[in-house]
Nanobody, 119 residues
Framework: QVQLVESGGGLVQAGGSLRLSCVASGNIHNIKTMGWYRQAPGQQRELVADITSGDSTNYADSVKGRFTISRDNAKNTVYLQMNSLKPEDTAVYYC?????????????WGQGTQVTVSS
């Protein structure tokens, strides 16, 4: 059983910053990636950023230069520092974890945290 618990969402004015955190717990082995997705009302869930076990990062074009993903392997925690927030960043943000075992990948999700950016 793997659990992901997000925190750090909230309401912020445009141009402001928020830092999301996600702590993974449970039977965790062989982490491939940890990341953040978001889903705005009426839209599909989209990748925001992810980071591999080797610390390679990947960002959506819409957040490059504004968001930074990082992780603390010792704490099984992934962070998303969000700067220069825009109203279009408003969404529910979900933490994700992918593990790999015997060439199979397993995906886990957090419950989501709301980020609202006012104009």
């Amino acid at each position: 059983q793997v659990q992901l618990v997000e925190s750090g969402g909230g309401l912020v004015q445009a141009g402001g910053s928020l830092r999301l955190s996600c702590v993974a717990s449970g039977n965790i082995h062989n982490i491939k990636t940890m990341g953040w997705y978001r889903q705005a009302p009426g839209q599909q869930r989209e990748l925001v950023a992810d980071i591999t076990s080797g610390d390679s990062t990947n960002y959506a074009d819409s957040v490059k230069g504004r968001f930074t993903i990082s992780r603390d392997n010792a704490k099984n925690t992934v962070y998303l520092q969000m700067n220069s927030l825009k109203p279009e960043d408003t969404a529910v943000y979900y933490c994700s974890l992918t593990t790999i075992s015997w060439n199979y990948e397993y995906d886990y999700w957090g419950q989501g945290t709301q980020v609202t950016v006012s104009s």
